[in-house]
């Protein structure tokens, strides 16, 4: 290991809590949109943007401006204490660009879990109930209540004892089949018989995509059930958009792709083109039930991040940044069928637009393993040899590909050559067996 890098990762052991993960011995020292540099200034591929939080790139040069010129104004007041304009103006084109028949109004925070947070305090002021239901495979926070809300334990609530409720968890629907559907709507609605009653039920929390989860998405005939279910019932239908809005599937929000309304949609992430700003948008309704100074906080809404989120509301206005990410899909899902359908390993591609994964699996006798090893060798292969990937799935055995909606086509091309001869190496040093392909889906 370089002496720089071991020196850092030193520091960093005698400095930085253990619980803080690491994915990467990379060391981060400039970027520019969809490539960064080590402090050994070594050229690196990125596709993680940032978790999901670099839609428009690293250093978008009208963010940068944006924020450049927000600098020689103010960086902070508090608009609880002596508002500004910026915030406003972001919650007027956040209003406008939620789908729904019905009148809007949003508040801006700084974290994708305070977001999903908040969205409930609004549930429950508005319905007065406190239930919540989530589903499996399910990620949206790292604050108690989300993590009580979360998919899966390990690592993000280990050893830290029970979680809030009353959180009850409905099985996400696997697959986009009458039978997978009704599958899920049986067990939502079992819930409603066996654990709580739908009267003390606040809201429904799900992603039209689910990210931590594996990439897996909503089909639309099972949001059009939870939409009934929670008409029918009074029940707020929240859609956790943190990772899958700001255009990544092609579409501002998701959302829009199903035919289905929600309530309220928590966004976050890529909203700001990599400053902090999270938020929810609903129906006001609903959201105008909390009383003043029951939502907010010191950092919402932030003047640079407000700044940082009208420029790239501009962009998706005056460039095709939606076109540009279903292109991209369309380009990831051809390029890596045809990497992977020659090899000896199962393999699904999933997503829509450019919110892509894929998962890899052996498949003998009948059953499904999945190839967690193989995936971490792979992330691990890809980054020594310049390509930043990051792992998903309840096993940690898929690839979620999140990419600048901005790369350039040659920097795309480069990554996806890295990506295809690690993965070529590793499957063969694997000594998988030939197995039946699954194919894109």
Sequence with gaps: MDTVVEQLLQRREGAVARGINQMHPVYIQRAENAVIYDVNNRRYIDFSGGIAALNTGHLHPKVIAAVERQLHQFTHSCFAATPYESYIAVCERINALMPGDFDRRSFLLTTGSEAVESALKVARAATRRSGVIVFSGAYHGRTFMTLAMNGKIAPYSQGMGIMPGPVFRAPFPQGETEPDIAQALAGLKAILTSDIAPQDVAAIVIEPVQGEGGFYVVPPAFMRGLRELCDQEGIVLIADEVQSGAGRTGTFFAMEQTGVDADLIVFGKSVAGGLPLS???????????????????????????????????????????????????????????????????????????????????????????????????????????????????????????????????????????????????????????????????
């Design 279 to 441: 938020g929810v948008v609903g129906r006001e309704s609903l959201i105008n039930q909390v009383a003043p100074g029951g939502l907010g906080g010191t950092w919402a809404g932030n003047p640079l991040s407000c700044a940082a989120a009208l420029a790239v509301l501009d962009l998706f206005e005056e460039t095709d940044l939606l076109g540009a990410a279903r292109r991209l899909g369309q380009r990831l899902r051809k390029a890596l069928e045809s990497i992977v359908s020659p090899l000896a390993i199962g393999y699904e591609i999933r997503g829509v637009g450019a919110m892509i994964a894929l998962e890899l699996f052996s498949l003998e006798h009948g059953k499904r393993t999945p190839a967690t090893g193989l995936i971490d060798r792979l992330v691990k292969s890809c980054a020594r040899e310049g390509l930043i990937l990051l792992k998903c799935g309840k096993q940690a055995n898929a690839i979620r590909f999140l990419m600048p909606l901005t790369i350039e086509d040659s920097v795309l091309d480069e990554g996806l050559t890295i990506f295809a001869g690690a993965l070529q190496q590793q499957v063969a040093s694997s000594g998988l067996a030939e197995v039946k392909r699954y194919g894109a889906v």
